[in-house]
């Protein structure tokens, strides 16, 4: 003992020497989190991105220190005192004075600035584009630690980086959170619904130290895992089930939801998470879920409208591809620089062209058909296109197989109709599908013919028929080929063997019919495409396996929008759009990424790919502090760092970085990127497990709890708070996966033009199913979650906005779905109350609270029955419209009774705790 009373005396004369040392010595500025504000507070909006006034601007280093139109520079490394920058600062002259017509600097920001340009004027990096480094783990010393003792609230590493920060403040952990209140915290945030009464009981009965660490990994490993944290990922993939527009047809896309749901409960590594939604379809020989996970950016708007530019919106989904990619993994603002160079980060105007270049080469354009889709077929189907892959493989071609399985899942290769030009006699019509006369005829430019002895088309001619010649080169040119187009109400695909011709050559179609007048009637063309013969044996097989191959592709199974990747002869060229406007198009660009950020990963493709794993790499700053702050914000109500759209030079400098920095080095290397892991961490600190009660001294120390010496206590999301609801009173239904459902809406929500789709209401258990499965129109979202402020989806969404309106409370007081939770759960609280109204309280406020009430709770509640109770009795009918019963079929006599326990059943639900996670 005496030895360690020595070791403690040595080690404080040591601290206090270190002390004396260093007394009145300043720690160097730091350009990122010094500087770098100054400049973007105050210098930026004329001295940088689109404004360079006097030829200055501080927004790249070089430019900061190269001549500005005075012919000197306004930067002397070393020389504060006669910088040009620091007289203009502190000058008397307001017309010399900077910033310009504005209010002068604090003395502290010169004086930063200053010493910057005196201590050599070092540039530097953003905190956020530099790598983590290792932290060390500030373990504060005390004699206790000495014998492993923690302080309080100490569970894991976040906490001593969170109270080392709490010094600061002069802070300390609050107690944590009583057992039910801590079990119904963590159940809303895994899983998105409470527990149930009987689980809280076995948890507070639960003695053994690692009772909640089980709840913790139970919860994880739950299927309902996937669905509570796959509506967060889907406002950021801005997923719907229509393409948004004035016409929002409705999108078959359900399928990438539950690839999501799966995916999550699966606990996908994050890195393989992004490379699938990014470039699955680019991966070597992709399955059928690497293609799904893809439907990520097909999830952009289409605008399938007749008279819209195809490029242009085509043009308008790739632009937002790339700007939801650079928001979603980077936290970046990169849409700023589409007209010029960023204003406040270190990104150019033209890398935002280079990065584009890399998702400008996808199949997919602005279509009816929103081709290429992944098509499901039966079993039955897929035993017959097995069967064709096993005939085709004899042939010895392996090309001519996979070729055969590609076009029968997504009918690609292919040109779409409205591809043509040099249209004559006919249009481009209302669905973009292209219309010629008799007579008339349309040129397909630039056709690659090299192995193409076989034409397919997708079209209709309605009763009449007739017949298409394709021409060589011209209109008149030779022709490859005669097709007889019979008559059909429906689209067909039919096919056709074509010359064999070698080369890139243009393609006229011309059709005709002798038998009607010239201009009438129409042939619809929707698609074409060219590809590899059958082997040429005249057997029969051949034929049978012929008709078969056209029966399959003539099908119409559902299917999902997916990414594929042009082929290289139908590469697209990436321009500059010269101030962002895709008209006027400026240098020709190659792919590449922003010289500010990590480099291109050496070996990979210049494609989606290589851009994916380039996202992914360890060298990359930003996925792995992306990741870690939004799940943050996710259990803890605000991210490390804010905004969570932005870790770029105009973040709040985080309070928490070595904390974010741990834990995004931690995820990559340590937990190989498992977001379950990382969750885990998160809710097994103490700094979690915290009480939220605002009655300590803490909240006057910090008020909005930067400083984490509380809970987290905020609202429940749209989806939650309609699941736990249907939760508490027994209605929610266990049905995953599938498409999305309809639950009552009112009537004259939809107002659908054009395609007459409503809404039509979902039967049996798919009214009660949870939140993320409801069908999201964008134009028209489901009316309940608007009003808690869910997304519309038109574009990726990283932070939901928290409101506090009247609508909330109208929504949850008189929405049917509500009211109908409130009748379940009054019928639960009049019978298990047994003839005792303060029991059958009791019984529901438990059921939903999860605690029981106090006294003053219980008053309110029995009078707000009581007087129901005279209310209803005094009008049946009321009761009866109130219980959304027939009267004529009801007994009379127990209808108020029914009715003011749902009034009561309907106040509990509303209640604040009730609605928020505390």
Not at 254 to 276: G, H, S
Not at 492 to 521: C, E, M
Request: charged share 25%; proline share 5%.
């Amino acid at each position: 003992m005496k030895k360690k009373i020595l070791v403690l005396i040595l080690l404080a004369l040591v601290l206090i020497g270190t002390s004396i040392l260093t007394f009145g010595k300043k720690e160097p500025v730091d350009f990122s989190a010094d500087v770098k504000p100054i400049l973007n507070k105050h210098c930026i909006t004329c001295h940088g991105g689109v404004k360079k006034n006097g030829g200055l601007s501080f927004l790249f280093e070089n430019e900061a220190f190269a001549k500005a139109e005075s012919g000197k520079s306004a930067i002397i490394r070393g020389d504060g005192e006669h910088s040009e920058l620091v007289k203009r600062l502190i000058s008397d002259d307001p017309e010399l004075r900077m910033p310009y017509n504005a209010p002068k600097l604090n003395d502290d920001e010169i004086d930063i600035l200053k010493r910057w340009i005196d201590e050599g004027a070092k540039w530097g990096e953003h905190w956020a584009y530099t790598t983590p480094k290792e932290t060390e783990v500030p373990k504060p010393f005390s004699l206790l630690s000495i014998f492993g003792v923690k302080p309080k609230g100490v569970n894991n590493t976040i906490d001593f980086f969170v109270l080392d920060k709490m010094k600061e403040k002069k802070l300390s952990f609050a107690d944590e959170a009583d057992k039910a209140l801590l079990l119904r915290r963590v159940y809303l945030d895994l899983v998105g619904i409470p527990p149930s009464l009987a689980e809280i009981q076995a948890f507070e009965a639960d003695q053994r130290d690692d009772a909640y660490t089980r709840r913790v990994d139970s919860l994880l490993a739950s299927q309902k895992y996937g669905e509570k944290w796959a509506s967060w990922w889907l406002d950021m993939a801005r997923y719907a089930d229509t393409k948004g527009y004035e016409k929002d047809g409705s999108r078959t896309i359900w399928t990438y939801r539950d690839w999501v749901i799966k995916a999550l409960n699966q606990d996908m590594p994050y890195d393989e998470f992004t490379i699938e939604q990014l470039a699955g379809d680019l991966l070597p020989e992709p399955t059928k879920d690497q293609l799904i996970a893809t439907a990520f950016h097909r999830n952009t708007m289409n605008n399938d409208e007749g008279g819209t530019d195809s490029e242009e919106f085509r043009m308008a989904a790739v632009l937002d591809r790339l700007n939801t990619t650079y928001q979603v993994w980077l936290s970046t603002t990169f849409e700023c620089v589409q007209c010029h160079s960023h204003t406040y980060d270190p990104f150019k105007f033209e890398e935002y062209y280079k990065s584009l270049a890399f998702f400008n080469n996808t199949r997919d354009e602005d279509t009816q058909g929103d081709h290429p889709k992944l098509r499901f077929y039966t079993a039955q189907d897929e035993k017959r296109i097995d069967s064709i892959k096993r005939w085709l493989s004899t042939t010895g071609n392996a090309s001519l197989v996979k070729s055969t399985d590609l076009f029968l899942h997504t009918l690609e290769p292919k040109v779409h109709a409205h591809y043509s030009d040099r249209i004559v006699d006919g249009a481009l019509y209302d669905t973009k599908w292209l219309g010629v006369r008799t007579g008339g005829s349309a040129r397909l430019r630039a056709i690659n013919l090299d192995n193409k002895q076989q034409f397919f088309m997708n079209f209709w001619t309605g009763e009449v028929g007739g017949k298409l010649e394709i021409h060589l080169d011209k209109p008149s040119g030779p022709i490859l080929a005669v097709i007889d187009l019979p008559s059909t109400n429906g689209r067909q695909v039919i096919q056709s063997p074509i010359s064999a011709t070698r080369g890139v050559h243009d393609l006229y179609l011309v059709f005709k019919n002798p038998s009607v007048a010239h201009g009438q009637p129409i042939c619809m063309i929707e698609w074409f495409a060219f590809r590899e013969n059958f082997p040429h044996e005249k057997s029969l097989d051949n034929m049978n396996f012929q008709k078969t191959f056209l029966q399959l592709v003539n099908m119409q199974p559902e299917g999902v929008p997916i990414m594929i990747e042009n082929p290289k002869d139908m590469h697209r060229k990436t321009n500059v759009f010269i101030r962002g406007n895709r008209l006027s198009l400026g240098a020709e660009v190659q792919p590449t990424v922003p010289a500010s950020l990590n480099s291109f990963p050496k070996g990979a493709q210049r494609n989606r790919l290589g851009f994916a794993q380039w996202i992914v790499s360890k060298e990359n700053p930003l996925t792995a502090r992306t990741l870690v702050n939004r799940v943050w914000a996710q259990l803890f109500g605000r991210g490390l760092v804010e905004p969570l759209g932005d870790m770029g030079t105009q973040s709040i400098p985080p309070i928490h970085r070595e904390l974010l920095d741990y834990l995004a080095l931690d995820l990559m290397n340590t937990k190989k990127w498992s977001v379950k892991k990382l969750i885990r961490e998160m809710v097994l600190s103490g700094t979690y497990k915290q009480s939220s009660s605002l009655n300590n001294s803490n909240f006057e120390k910090d008020p909005q709890n930067y400083y984490l010496a509380r809970g987290p206590r905020f609202r429940l999301s749209a989806e939650q708070i309609r699941d736990q609801a249907l939760a508490v009173s027994g209605l929610l239904s266990n049905k995953m996966y599938g498409p999305s459902v309809m639950p009552y809406q009112p009537d004259g929500v939809w107002m659908t033009v054009y395609s007459g789709e409503s809404w039509l209401k979902s039967a049996g258990e798919d009214q009660y199913r949870r939140g993320i499965y409801t069908f999201l129109k964008r134009t028209s979202p489901y009316p309940s979650f608007v009003s808690f402020d869910a997304s519309s989806r038109e574009v990726c969404l990283v932070d939901r906005i928290r409101t506090n309106t009247p609508l909330q409370a109208l929504a949850t007081l008189n929405d049917p779905v509500y009211l109908e939770a409130a009748k379940h759960l009054g019928a639960i609280m009049e019978k298990e109350g047994n003839g005792n109204l303060r029991n059958g309280i009791r019984v529901g406020y438990k059921r939903a609270m999860l605690k029981d009430a106090d006294e003053k709770k219980l008053k309110e509640l029995e009078h707000l029955y009581q007087k129901a109770l005279i209310d209803f009795s005094k009008k049946p009918d009321s009761a009866a419209k109130f219980l959304n019963e027939d009267l004529a079929k009801s007994n009379v006599k127990v209808l108020p009774s029914k009715a003011a326990y749902m009034l009561v059943a309907n106040a509990v639900l509303n209640l604040d705790e009730f609605l928020t996670k505390s």
